[in-house]
């Protein structure tokens, strides 16, 4: 029994080394060095770039077709509110009087 086993992995190993004589002299890539990591890996990320430009690109497109929308289509002011100016007291107002941070006769619609 023992020796039929030797006898399967001699067979095994004689196959084996017969297949890699066959393929030893033909690859089927011919005659081309392989390609460095580095040459891969710079390829790769030349193509992410690349991706990622046209993509900006879009989204550049959309966002002007969308400015170019608001401005063609108008606003409107109708039904906006006023902002009212917040009430201030007496003492606050002669402060800014002094300052010169208001004009009593531009208030009155005089200036």
Known sequence: MVERRLEQMDDKKET???????????????????TPKVTVDANEAAERLERANAE?????????ENMARQALGGQSEAGAIPVKPEPISDVEY?????????????????I
Request: charged letters at 50%; zero cysteines; aromatic letters at 0%.
């Open 16 to 34: 084996t080394q017969e297949e890699s004589k066959d393929t030893k002299g033909d690859s089927g890539t011919g005659d081309k060095p392989e």
């Open 56 to 64: 900006a690109k879009e989204i550049e497109a959309r966002r002007e």
């Open 94 to 110: 002669s402060k800014k009087l002094e300052r010169g941070e208001v004009n009593p006769l531009e208030e009155d619609g005089i």
